[in-house]
């Protein structure tokens, strides 16, 4: 007999990044694998948010408690419907010698998040791992979104829903207080470190990304627009914004850059902030 090596060509290697895509709809990616070996390869596809020793291996502390807050679990945000938020098809067969197989990978969130990802495995005859993708993606209640700046939060979400603040209102002729919801502003948090040189000064400077998701529910819509206030009060404080206001096209991102330059009355022990909408 010959012994025969199994031999693939995987065209997603490391991260497959699925993008953003509004709470309760769904997005496909698609990704081909073709068998270069002389022999049929019977594969399967295994998520690591299926595996049967998952809850076991999570008995341990989070890694943001232990160690950073850089994500380091393979498997993230999971949906509270209990579905997997990440599919694939097809998930197991035969691939001839010499033939390719597409496979389609279908995100379908159905809460907000920044961190749902998994772990796809590609293995063959049931022990080989041929290849391993990280999946990723986010979701958002609203097709515009803002990001960058320090993070705020963990990299680990708790499935637990949280029930909306309720503040009571003024009564209306009786004793009554009715309740309204509260709707939480999202925070985004800049900090911009100047170091003093012996030349020329170069302002501290980072960014901002503002994005606008396409979907099909809002294919009617133009472009998202977008502006940031309190531009005076930010350039008495050394604060420079290169785009204040602007449009956004369905599905691309626009990034605004944010610089810092201490005043001439500046003190080294002062500590500048300002607070823009």
């Not at 596809?45 to 008995?59: A, E």
């Not at 067969?93 to 961190?115: C, M, N, R, W």
Request: glycine share 8%; aromatic share 6%; hydrophobic share 40%.
């Amino acid at each position: 007999g010959h012994g025969v090596m199994p031999s693939t060509v995987c065209s997603v290697e490391g991260v497959l990044n699925l993008g953003y895509v509004l709470a309760g709809q769904k997005v496909t990616s698609t990704f081909k694998i073709q068998n270069t070996s002389t022999l049929s390869l019977w594969y399967s596809m295994q998520l690591d948010s299926l595996s049967p020793t998952r809850d076991r291996d999570r008995q341990k502390l989070p890694a943001f408690l232990t160690s950073s807050l850089q994500r380091t679990e393979s498997v993230g945000t999971q949906n509270y419907n209990g579905l997997s938020v990440f599919s694939i098809s097809p998930t197991e067969g035969e691939l001839a010698a010499g033939k390719s197989q597409d496979f389609v990978v279908t995100f379908s969130p159905d809460h907000e998040s920044l961190y749902y990802s998994d772990r796809l495995k590609i293995v063959l005859f049931g022990k080989k791992v041929a290849h391993e993708i990280q999946l990723k993606g986010a979701a958002r209640d609203h097709p515009m979104f803002v990001e960058g700046g320090v993070p705020l939060d963990v990299p680990v979400e708790s499935l637990a829903v949280l029930s909306p603040v309720l503040l009571p209102e003024a009564p209306k002729g009786g004793n009554v207080l009715p309740h309204k919801t509260l709707k939480p502003v999202k925070s985004i948090l800049l900090m911009l470190e100047y170091i003093e040189g012996e030349s020329s000064p170069v302002p501290a400077a980072t960014e901002l990304q503002v994005g606008a998701i396409q979907t099909a529910q809002f294919a009617s819509k133009k472009n998202v627009e977008f502006s940031l206030d309190n531009l005076p009060l930010l350039q008495q404080k050394g604060f420079a914004v290169n785009v204040a206001k602007g449009t956004v096209e369905p599905g691309r991102v626009k990034r605004i850059c944010v610089s810092w330059l201490p005043p001439a009355d500046f003190g080294v022990s002062d500590s500048p902030h300002s607070t823009a909408l």
